[in-house]
């Protein structure tokens, strides 16, 4: 932990100018509130910085609006992308009266969720690898208004863009629909772009790994280290912003939305996780797949809750345009080894201490603190009330019949019904005060006034559908 001592002596040394107190909202957004070095002491670090509640969508109302953003002095990272020096520190949400962690605080969720993991004794540690994949655009347009709707998207990769004349030249050299998997550059245009966006990411703290063309036109994702749960979804966090500023002083757009492009793969979000004492997993056995029987019951935790999962791992109605059949997405609520084409896979291991799961139907869309939270709290379920996952099955399950399909529970295929599945199952989310009836309750009122706005737009494909009828 850095001390507030410490941290002054950073600001002094570094020549810091401002220092960027950022929190995350209940969408998962980073929000920030930056002061001036001159007004900066170790009582700010110490104190905490007063903050609106009101003004967050899914907060306090402006009756009882004060909240203070207390820094983790662990987090301290400089910004890579501002002109003038500036440190960045990540926040949780208290109560300003009592110091209380605020209940609906993503942050403060995922410590609650880690403390409550420690509190059954199953584990010390809860170890969380995302694998958030984004598109990159040279061009974004979009408009809703009560006579028009309409997107534009663009991306010099799209085949669409084959015939197209350039000032420069057309170089012809364009990775194919659904075949943007590893190609090497010139196909893939991207490759430059990607690595400068790890090195902003190293430069704020995060330990990378690799980055490669996804399957989609202009689709990327980067790596990095998997860490324990708070530090993984800062992390998250960081990674995100770091993309988009990337892409951003490039000229570019960058989007974790779920399925902007129709016909071709969306954006998942893999995610593997494992729990450990110390560093001996508690995953590994010589149950299926080397797994330990406490793994097989934290696959049926998440499989049994899965559908009021969907409410914080796809939180978006764009969300369930992804999750759909013939776009890699997996729908079907089965395990197996190795099998990509399944919602939970065991992914190879060269030792037993590196067993582990990868759930693969969220979305980079979902709030990391609130996502890693859910899966914890389902699968600590399933450990303690042994709950089964069924038998695993190693076919291609998009290559199953329809009738043989339909016998497998499936994830929501909508956000309103993932939100009722979370309005009727919640009581998994409540164990040790981790979440309250609160947050979850204003969690689904934000995401109804979404949905309902989705459902009283019209959409252009309806024109086309329609119009003549």
């Given amino acids: 932990m850095t001390t507030s001592a410490e941290l002054l002596d950073i600001i002094k040394n570094e020549n810091i100018e401002f220092v960027s107190f950022r929190f995350t909202d209940p969408r998962g957004k980073w929000q920030q509130l930056t ?79 880690a403390d409550y993991l420690r509190s059954t004794g199953i584990a010390e540690t809860a170890w969380f690898g995302p694998e958030p994949e ?62 400068e966006m790890l090195a902003n990411m190293i430069a704020m703290g995060v330990p990378v790994e690799k980055h490669h063309h996804e399957v989609g036109t202009g689709q990327c994702e980067l790596g990095f280290v998997f860490d324990e749960l ?50 001996a997993t508690i995953f590994g056995g010589d149950e299926y797949g080397g797994l330990s029987q406490e793994a097989l019951y934290y696959i049926g935790g998440i499989r049994k809750h899965a559908q009021a999962i969907n409410a914080f791992t796809n939180p978006t109605t764009n969300s369930y345009k992804r999750l759909q059949p013939g776009f890699e997405a997996p729908l079907s609520l089965i395990y197996a080894s190795h099998n990509r084409s399944a919602a939970f896979r065991i992914p ?16 980079p869309a979902a709030n990391p603190y609130l996502a890693y939270s859910v899966f914890l709290m389902a699968g600590l379920d399933g450990i303690q009330n042994k709950i089964d996952p069924g038998q695993p099955l190693e076919g291609d399950l998009f290559a199953l019949p329809e009738e043989e399909l339909a016998k497998i529970p499936q994830v929501c ?19 040790g005060g981790v979440f309250t009836d609160s947050f979850i309750d204003g969690y689904i009122a934000l995401k109804r006034e979404e949905c309902q706005e989705f459902a009283e737009t019209p959409h252009p494909i309806e024109f086309k559908l329609y119009y003549s009828v």
């Fill in 230 to 279: 708070l530090r993984s979804a800062d992390m998250v966090q960081i990674y995100k912003y770091a993309v988009q500023m990337t892409a951003s002083q490039h000229g570019k757009s960058a989007t974790f939305m779920p399925k902007p492009i129709v016909g071709d793969n969306g954006n998942g979000m893999h995610v593997h996780q494992s729990l450990a004492n110390g560093d």
């Fill in 413 to 431: 295929s909508s956000l309103d019904q993932a939100l009722d599945a979370l309005d009727a199952d919640r009581d998994f989310l409540k164990q």
């Fill in 134 to 195: 984004f598109f990159v655009f040279d061009d974004v347009r979009s408009n809703v208004t009560s006579n028009e709707a309409y997107y534009f998207v663009d991306s010099s990769e799209g085949p669409y863009n084959s015939g197209r004349e350039y000032p420069e030249g057309n170089m012809g050299h364009r990775p194919p629909v659904k075949g943007g998997y590893f190609p090497a550059p010139p196909v893939d245009s991207l490759a430059e772009l990607r690595s």
């Fill in 35 to 113: 002061q001036s070095v001159q007004i900066v002491s170790e009582r700010t670090f110490d104190d905490g910085i007063m903050m609106d509640g009101s003004s967050i969508a899914g907060w306090k109302g402006i009756q009882e609006s004060d909240m203070v953003l207390i820094p983790d002095t662990s987090t301290t990272m400089c910004d890579p992308f501002t002109r003038r020096p500036t440190l960045v520190l990540i926040c949780d949400t208290c109560d300003p009266r009592t110091r209380d962690p605020y209940e609906r605080c993503p942050r403060q969720i995922g410590r609650k969720a």
């Fill in 348 to 363: 190879f291991a060269s030792s037993q201490k590196a067993r582990h799961i990868e759930v693969r139907f969220p979305d």
